[in-house]
């Protein structure tokens, strides 16, 4: 079985994190995006990943060939030249997407993390014999969405909405899709949307089908959802009673540590925190809400929430960084700063507190 990933753009959204590696390659829950995902087909029996790119794909292959050994998964990449949308990926993959088995495929948004409950999306799929598959979600506010109609019975979609002004219903797409190769007929290779020209054919046609995602979603693209998406992540975790979370008197909630990171006296971590490998939190240091990347040290005292920390970063002592600040990789927050929100470029030194939101060139 095979599976595509839209890896796509720059990753604008998430600099400055994304001006050191690709987007699917910047760390969540101590590792790369990517790999979750890569995981998660792995486990169901998918044989070969496509990555659809248009952006960096040496680096991402470079990176994903260890991955490639130890996961024993195949991994090839895509080039775009142009940026082709959502659709125009699967029209220029298609020769690595088709084979003889007539088997369908996977699809997945390169930012969405769930629980990826591929193996009943496989069930329901066979289930219904339609044409293609679709992951719905729950969210409170639809209107800031495109909005599936579907029928909660049988799965049938009827119609997408884009943000609509009056309630239409509450599910979501979520970017994990399962089609069969006939799909691929109905894409031609230019830029186009699968959500806005392809699903709503494959619906007029009555063989598109939504399946409600059990558990979490989140679209992790940008900071504030990136660090929801940890809490989600982290509970659900917890539900498993996963003996990856940390424990002891130090730690308040859901926390992940890396086994390679060292913590010092009279620290207090958590609720939903991840520490990455390498790290160094001394003495009496708080943190909470917040990702600490790989090779991060974080002075006494220092204090964080709801920040993300880049790579080989350093936070000095009695330091406090709060309100979504993102440090690039290798930022170094000196002593007694204040970071309200600041967005840090990578290899700067930051010397005067940055007391409201803003980017530091």
């Known amino acids: 079985m095979k ?10 959204r998430l600099r400055p994190l994304t001006l050191s590696v690709p987007k699917p390659l910047v760390d969540f829950a101590n590792k790369p995006m990517i790999l979750h995902q890569i995981e998660a087909l792995k486990a169901i029996g998918v044989t070969e990943v496509v990555l659809a ?8 292959l470079n990176f994903l060939k260890d991955f490639e050994a130890k996961l024993g998964i195949k991994i090839t990449c895509s080039q775009e030249t142009e940026p082709l949308g959502t659709a125009g990926p699967l029209a220029l ?11 369908p495929f996977f699809v997945l948004n390169s930012d969405v993390i769930s629980e990826y409950p591929l193996k009943e999306m496989i069930a329901f799929h066979k289930s219904h014999g339609g044409e ?4 719905v979600t729950k969210v409170d506010e639809p209107s800031k969405y495109g909005v599936v109609v579907m029928n909660e019975a049988t799965g049938h979609v009827d119609k997408f909405v884009e943000k609509p002004k009056i309630f239409v219903g509450n599910k979501i797409n979520a970017g994990i899709y399962l089609l069969n190769p006939s799909v691929l007929d109905r894409i031609q290779l230019r830029p186009t ?12 046609d009555k063989k598109l089908f939504a399946m409600v995602l059990p558990g979490f979603w989140m679209d992790i693209g940008q900071p ?21 979370l940390a424990t002891g008197s130090h730690i308040v909630g859901n926390v992940l540590v890396d086994e390679t990171a060292k913590i010092g006296e009279g620290c207090l971590i958590g609720p939903d925190v991840a520490i990455g490998p390498g790290c160094v939190v001394e003495a009496g240091v708080r943190l909470s809400r917040c990702t600490v990347m790989r090779g991060v040290r974080i002075k006494k005292h220092a204090c964080i929430s709801s920040s993300i920390i880049g790579w080989h970063s350093t936070v000095g002592q009695w330091a406090r960084v709060e309100n979504m600040t993102i440090l690039g990789e ?32």
């Open 132 to 135: 293609a598959s679709i992951m």
């Open 93 to 103: 993959a298609r020769d690595k997407l088709m084979d003889k088995s007539g088997e």
């Open 224 to 244: 504030r959802d990136y660090i929801t998406g940890l809490r989600l992540y982290l509970e659900s975790l917890r539900k498993k009673s996963s003996v990856k």
């Open 193 to 204: 949307s699968i959500e806005k020209e392809v699903f709503p054919k494959i619906a007029a």
């Open 3 to 12: 599976a595509l990933i839209l890896v796509g753009g720059f990753g604008t």
């Open 330 to 361: 290798d930022v170094h927050v000196c002593d007694e700063i204040y970071s309200n929100g600041g967005v840090v470029l990578p290899h700067k030194e930051i010397k005067s507190s940055i007391l409201k939101p803003e980017i530091v060139m």
């Open 53 to 60: 790119i248009n952006y960096q794909p040496e680096v991402m």
